[in-house]
């Protein structure tokens, strides 16, 4: 009883229980003695991996107890539990492994009570059960002050000597990661700068030759242009400074002009351009190539005579080659002007390594190339699909018949569509099918966006270093794109597996789609909402789905004066608004529960009808604003326009369906959805289109889950 006394006065938090489950557990506690160095338990043990001690809790009764860390073959000692002192209380709670070890400093007597005889004691009483499985809960959770643990280094109760950030090193994986990836345009600005201007001479003077060569084709046979070419040496390293007298090419000009004219002066000429070329072929060499590149001796020369053979090129390249200060055909390129990628360009470049077939989800950040894609590839080369999930598989078999790669694309926020098909099908290790994701990277640390996009975007990094999957960032000019691409697609290749570029904001320039979307629907999407939330009941519930709808829902109720708390705005998880809707409906049967959905998030989970219909809530009314486009992310079509929704929702279950398109069927259309059992499907067709000075909801997420929750309990 003496020790049954001391345990109950040690743990304050075992006075919670009942009377007569405290009297019973004075029958479990037992005595047991520990010689000087003997190990009471260790640690990373439990009594379901090897631990002898049945996860007891301890108490002192007589000597000293070590309580240390074993690391690296050296035991770092924290606490000393003395006489009356308990330890052990985290796994006799928990159950989970000990973090520290146990040993007696000297002869110690310990009172100890066994956690699996304290737990099939404790489920004989059913209250002091659930007061157990709350405290292990809150602990589990890191609310350790419950039961008086502290970290020994700092003394918090917030965490334990483990997870102590003074004696740990935690390192700061935001900053790592944003270090790491740092875009290889801001990490070498002048080495970029030097290629970009060798990379414009080199495509000015290749200009030049092709417009000259048809001109002047006739001056030399290409024989005795050969010949001529390697009859004679150049040495590169001549004094770029000689001067040539703009009266002397003017007047070989003047007399080689016509066809008999050069036959005539044919050696004379040979001379005057060995002469010319020995002056200014390394003038021409330096500026054209800056000595970064080399060419065959004998190509370049006869590219050079040809190009001296231009009258009009030659007077202006003279007077900029041949004078000691040198003018620069191109201004120079300045590191503050910003880059963009043409979209026709890194489409061209695809097209290089044999991409040719294109399938996912448009995006914001991609709907510039997106369109272009649309407006350029082939029939049936580019599908938009349902999901992501659904494009990744579709990829999966046009490899498999193909043996071509093809071009994923989708927002971040769609990672977790392609979870199931990248491991259990393309992964390396699984069919190792590979194909090319771009991803737009929204929520991108240090930028500012909506809450749903920080958090995505701050952990897309270690989600898909996770999914074991390579990736590298977009750069924002060609000549990075195509160094990038290069990488990619020997990555694949060898590793027979997928690999992912980030893209990142403002990546691409401007591409406005050719075949935008449309029909001869009359009403906007925000006049047909207007005509819904003008005929709902005050005590009705709104689950609006992501995207321009549950923005123009907000502007709606603030022009109504409305407050608003009766809407939950579905910021993200775009396809699952319906199914919160379901769960809603279920429990606030007396309620009416309006979906206000979008054909592009209908498709991309279309399989929450048939559970709806299934379960059959009477008071769920489903509400479908249809404008065949996916009209927040560059109004693209749909991955079917022409689907019959009102079709696949009575084939599903629902007991009504029907179409409206103007305001005077919107309102007859909401009296029948007022006045009959659900679930009821009411399709409003369309046009896209948005309003350019709509805002965006001015609440948090917090604070609109919160209101909406209180609206809930009316």
Not at 317 to 341: A, G, M, N
Not at 389 to 407: E, F, Q, R
Not at 664 to 675: A, H, Q, S, V, W
Request: net charge neutral; aromatic share 10%.
């Amino acid at each position: 009883m003496q020790s049954y006394g001391l345990i109950f006065k040690r743990t304050f938090w075992s006075s919670q229980f009942s009377l007569d489950f405290q009297k019973k557990i004075a029958y479990l506690i037992s005595e047991q003695m520990y010689c000087d160095g003997e190990i009471v338990f260790k640690q990373n043990l439990c009594s379901l991996n090897g631990n002898n001690d049945d996860d007891c809790l301890y108490c002192v009764s007589i000597g000293h107890i070590q309580l240390f860390l074993q690391f690296e073959e050296q035991d770092m000692s924290f606490y000393e539990a003395e006489q009356d002192s308990m330890f052990g209380e985290l796994g006799f709670l928990t159950g989970n492994s000990r973090t520290l070890s146990a040993k007696s400093t000297s002869i110690s007597q310990l009172y100890k009570l066994k956690r699996m005889e304290f737990i099939q004691l404790l489920q004989q009483f059913p209250l002091d059960f659930q007061y157990f499985c709350q405290l292990r809960d809150q602990i589990l959770f890191g609310q350790y002050n419950l039961i008086n643990l502290s970290c020994f280094c700092c003394q918090s109760s917030s965490h334990l000597a483990n997870d102590c950030p003074k004696s740990h090193y935690y390192p700061n994986k935001i900053f790592l990661i944003s270090r790491i990836m740092k875009n290889q345009q801001e990490r070498q600005p002048f080495k970029r700068n030097n290629v970009r201007k060798d990379n414009l001479n080199l495509r000015k003077i290749q200009r030049a030759q092709e417009q000259v060569k048809q001109d002047l084709s006739f001056v030399y046979d290409q024989e005795e242009i050969e010949q001529l070419s390697k009859s004679f040496s150049v040495d590169f390293m001549q004094d770029t400074q000689s001067q040539i007298s703009e009266q002397d090419i003017n007047h070989e000009f003047d007399i080689i002009r016509t066809k008999e004219e050069a036959s005539t002066h044919r050696n004379r000429h040979k001379m005057f351009l060995q002469e010319l070329l020995s002056k200014i072929q390394c003038g021409i060499y330096h500026l054209a190539f800056q000595k970064r590149q080399k060419i065959h001796q004998s190509i370049y020369q006869i590219y050079l005579i040809k190009i001296l053979l231009q009258n009009m090129f030659c007077r202006q390249l003279t007077r900029r080659l041949f004078t000691k200060s040198r003018e620069p055909i191109e201004p120079p390129y300045l590191e503050l002007q910003r880059d963009f990628l043409e979209p026709a360009e890194f489409y061209q470049e695809l097209s290089k390594h044999g991409v040719s077939f294109y399938a996912g989800v448009p995006d914001s950040l991609l709907k510039d190339f997106c369109a272009y894609v649309q407006d350029n590839a082939p029939p049936g080369q580019h599908i938009i699909t349902a999901n992501e999930g659904t494009a990744v598989s579709m990829a999966a078999g046009y490899y498999l018949a193909t043996k071509k790669i093809p071009c994923v694309y989708l927002q971040n926020s769609g990672l977790g569509n392609i979870v199931n098909p990248y491991m259990s099908l393309a992964h390396p290790k699984v069919y190792g099918i590979p194909m090319l994701y771009l991803i737009g990277w929204r929520g991108e640390p240090g930028k500012k966006d909506e809450p749903q996009h920080l958090v995505q975007g701050k952990r897309m990094n270690g989600i898909l270093t996770e999914m074991g999957m390579q990736y590298d960032v977009l750069p924002d000019y060609i000549e990075g794109a195509a160094e990038v691409l290069d990488t990619a697609f020997y990555s694949m290749k060898t590793r027979n597996g997928p690999y992912a570029l980030l893209v990142k904001r403002q990546c691409f320039t401007n591409y406005k789609l050719k075949n935008v979307a449309k029909n001869n629907y009359q009403l906007t999407r925000e006049e047909a909402l207007t005509e819904v939330i003008q005929n709902s009941r005050p005590l009705d519930v709104c689950v609006s789905t992501t995207g321009f709808l549950s923005r123009e829902l907000f502007e709606l109720r603030q022009r109504l004066n409305q407050t608003g708390e009766q809407d939950f705005l579905t910021v993200g998880s775009m396809g699952h608004a319906s199914s919160i809707a379901l769960g809603i409906a279920q429990v606030k049967k007396s309620r009416q529960v309006f979906c206000l959905d979008g054909d592009g998030a209908m498709l991309m989970h279309l399989g929450a009808m048939a559970q709806i219909g299934n379960i059959g809530p009477k008071n769920y009314k489903h509400i479908l604003f249809n404008n065949q486009a996916h009209d927040s992310v560059g109004a693209q079509p749909t991955s079917n326009p022409q689907v019959n929704f009102t079709q696949i929702a009575l084939g599903c279950g629902y007991k009504d369906a029907f179409q409206v398109e103007t305001k005077e069927e919107i309102t007859k259309g909401m009296e029948r959805l007022n006045r009959t059992d659900g679930p009821i499907l009411m399709e409003i067709l369309i046009k896209p289109g948005v309003r350019k000075d709509l805002g965006r909801p001015t609440t948090t997420t917090f604070e609109n889950k919160e209101k909406f929750m209180h609206f809930l309990t009316y």
